[in-house]
């Protein structure tokens, strides 16, 4: 009885390492996935007043966070060759973006940490625009 619970260990053992090495040979690797940028905070009704405002500016963040995914989506899929780079790259600007604001807007409301976003949102969709238009180009 022991003999055959061996066997059986061995060769689902060989089994598994004969799936590994046809995983790791495979000349087609999983298509890269652009990240997602995700925020963290609870929305508030946009409408007059600070509250008001803080939630208009923080639906901005989200909007443009959904082109910013779109853009990062496209890109890509125009470049999948490029695509590895490109993901360390927008990994890279996140964290950027994360703690310029948090440094910047440090025991404010979050009224100005929803603009310093806006802010850098704004300047990063130029560059993926143009970064685009050089992987479709």
């Given at each position: 009885?022991?003999?055959?619970?061996?066997?059986?260990?061995?060769?689902?053992?060989?089994?598994?390492?004969?799936?590994?090495?046809?995983?790791?040979?495979?000349?087609?690797?999983?298509?890269?996935?652009?990240?997602?940028?995700?925020?963290?905070?609870?929305?508030?009704?946009?409408?007059?007043?600070?509250?008001?405002?803080?939630?208009?500016?923080?639906?901005?963040?989200?909007?443009?966070?959904?082109?910013?995914?779109?853009?990062?989506?496209?890109?890509?899929?125009?470049?999948?060759?490029?695509?590895?780079?490109?993901?360390?790259?927008?990994?890279?600007?996140?964290?950027?973006?994360?703690?310029?604001?948090?440094a910047r807007t440090r025991g404010v409301?979050?009224?100005?940490?929803?603009?310093?976003?806006?802010?850098?949102?704004?300047?990063?969709?130029?560059?993926?625009?143009?970064?685009?238009?050089?992987?479709?180009?």
């Amino acid at each position: 009885m022991r003999t055959k619970t061996l066997v059986a260990v061995v060769v689902g053992l060989a089994a598994l390492m004969i799936v590994a090495a046809l995983w790791l040979a495979s000349d087609s690797p999983s298509a890269p996935v652009a990240p997602r940028l995700v925020e963290t905070f609870h929305v508030a009704p946009c409408r007059p007043g600070l509250v008001g405002a803080e939630g208009c500016a923080e639906r901005r963040v989200l909007r443009l966070d959904a082109t910013i995914n779109r853009l990062r989506a496209e890109i890509v899929n125009a470049a999948p060759y490029a695509a590895r780079d490109f993901i360390t790259a927008e990994r890279s600007w996140y964290d950027a973006r994360e703690r310029t604001c948090a440094a910047r807007t440090r025991g404010v409301e979050s009224l100005a940490s929803s603009r310093c976003l806006i802010n850098a949102d704004l300047l990063h969709l130029s560059v993926l625009v143009e970064r685009l238009d050089d992987a479709a180009g």
